[in-house]
């Protein structure tokens, strides 16, 4: 039988593979409970409607989002996952209260998330992205003129 930490790993692979071809129920039933924590710009999806939300609205620009790990650890109750977010620009995009719309245009940038397990549980508890919002939009050449940050 596979460890606990053995287990937390595959479900994060699943996870995450799972994103990538839009089983959102299959990604809903790797959670105890569903939660988003986007540490770059400081949003938070709570439960399973809010998570459902997150994925709707993140997918409507890049539908085809993907990722590929480069490198996934256990530490304590906690996986972490570096990879690489990958996606085209297919849809409006919300910057702002500016609408942009689709370029056609392919993104690729290093990201790292940290999956929160419950003390010897093998559900998530809470995904933590960790990135700076801008990397996309400078890979996709969308950076506001004169923005410096």
Not at 20 to 46: C, K, M, N, Q, S
Not at 55 to 61: A, D
Request: charged fraction near 25%.
């Amino acid at each position: 039988m596979a460890s606990l930490t053995e287990r937390r790993i595959e479900t994060v692979r699943s996870h995450m593979a799972l994103e990538v071809t839009h089983d959102w129920d299959g990604v809903i039933a790797t959670f105890e409970h569903p939660r988003y924590e986007l540490l770059g710009p400081g949003a938070v999806f709570d439960g399973e409607e809010q998570v459902r939300r997150y994925f709707q609205l993140s997918r409507v620009p890049f539908p085809d989002q993907g990722n590929e790990i480069i490198a996934i650890a256990a530490a304590d109750d906690t996986v972490l996952v570096e990879f690489w977010l990958t996606g085209t620009h297919l849809g409006p995009l919300q910057i702002g209260g500016t609408t942009v719309p689709p370029t056609g245009r392919a993104f690729r940038v290093r990201m790292a998330a940290s999956f929160e397990f419950a003390p010897g549980g093998d559900k998530i508890v809470c995904e933590r992205p960790y990135y700076d919002q801008s990397m996309v939009l400078k890979a996709l050449d969308l950076l506001p003129e004169g923005w410096s940050g």
